[in-house]
């Protein structure tokens, strides 16, 4: 008979978990590569014009939504190329559907960053 672990140390491993997955998107996947720079420069900016509290939580959660749908894409990919290695067209479809996913959260961001600077610009 096994020891059960703690809830604790359960959560403990849980974010162990996450926190490699997250420095694997971080170290391999080129398009999370580019985000995460364009976060750091809106970052930097929001420091330069000085953005209100409020523009501050709505820039962060931008951000953290067109990442984590980019991760979320890239386990999609990985998933249904594990399934289906040989290209095929439903696997195609569903790799499609995930890439929107992040397409759309990208234009949200740009839309929520122009509204945010172009007023600090112009």
Avoid: C
Avoid at 14 to 30: D, Q, R, T
Avoid at 63 to 69: A, D, P, R, Y
């Amino acid at each position: 008979m096994t020891k059960k672990e703690s809830f604790v140390a359960n959560r403990l491993k849980s974010v162990g978990y996450a926190f490699k997955g997250a420095m694997l998107l971080l170290k391999n996947e080129a398009s999370i590569k580019i985000q995460f720079v364009i976060a750091l420069l809106v970052t930097a900016l929001g420091f330069f014009f000085h953005i209100s509290s409020t523009e501050w939580i709505i820039q962060l959660l931008a951000i953290g939504l067109v990442m984590s749908t980019e991760g979320i894409n890239t386990a999609i990919e990985e998933m249904a190329n594990f399934i289906h290695p040989e290209h095929h067209s439903k696997i195609g479809l569903i790799k499609d559907i995930a890439a929107g996913a992040v397409f759309i959260s990208s234009i949200f961001a740009i839309i929520i960053g122009l509204i945010i600077y172009l007023p600090k610009i112009f």
